[in-house]
């Protein structure tokens, strides 16, 4: 019995192992994945581009240069992208809206203006949300995967760029907005 038991616990060790190596293989696997799908670089001028508000003004991103900006790209059907928005809005938006160096713009990748405005009717966030229907802002950053944040510094420089949402690189990401506006 103690043998069966041993070999079992034995075979138990293995299998758990290499599940855990597959586990970190796709996981790198993964990660590669984003960077080869991301289309710009920490220290690149953002790539030049203009949009147009639920309120239908047109702003080109070349217009706030003095101000540190934050993008965010999101999809109302991410997961991932819903349980950032709210740290969005409480953390960064509640935090710098009143910020005259700051500016926030979130894109919702492939959604048109009535989805945004139901969005913002649902779940009540205040920061601007402007629609990228056919991905032409998105395609500029990247091919694929969000949620993506970057910020800008007040030259328009990329100084930072995530994929996807955790609180350590969330709390990065805070930190480098709070360290430009000191600056």
């Keep these: 019995m103690k043998t069966t038991t041993i070999v079992f616990l034995s075979f138990l060790m293995i299998s758990l192992n290499s599940c855990n190596l597959k586990e970190k293989k796709a996981q790198r696997e993964e990660e590669q994945d984003v ?82 405005i139901a969005f913002k009717e649902k779940t009540a966030y205040t920061f601007n949300i402007v629609p990228d229907p056919d991905r032409k802002i998105y395609s500029l950053f990247a091919e694929r995967y969000i949620p993506r944040n970057y910020i800008l510094d007040r030259e328009g420089k990329i100084i930072y760029q995530a994929t996807g949402f955790n609180a350590e690189e969330f709390a990065k990401l805070k930190e480098t907005i709070q360290n430009e506006l000191n600056n």
């Design 35 to 116: 960077i080869s799908t991301t289309l710009t670089e920490v220290g690149q001028t953002t790539p030049e581009f203009s949009y147009i508000t639920l309120e239908n003004d047109t702003f080109n991103i070349n217009e706030l240069k003095g101000k540190v900006v934050f993008i965010n790209f999101f999809a109302t059907s991410c997961p991932i992208c819903i349980k950032e928005l709210p740290f969005v809005e409480s953390d960064i938006w509640d935090t710098y809206k009143n910020n005259e160096n700051f500016e926030l713009i979130v894109f919702g990748r492939e959604h048109v203006a009535d989805e945004i």
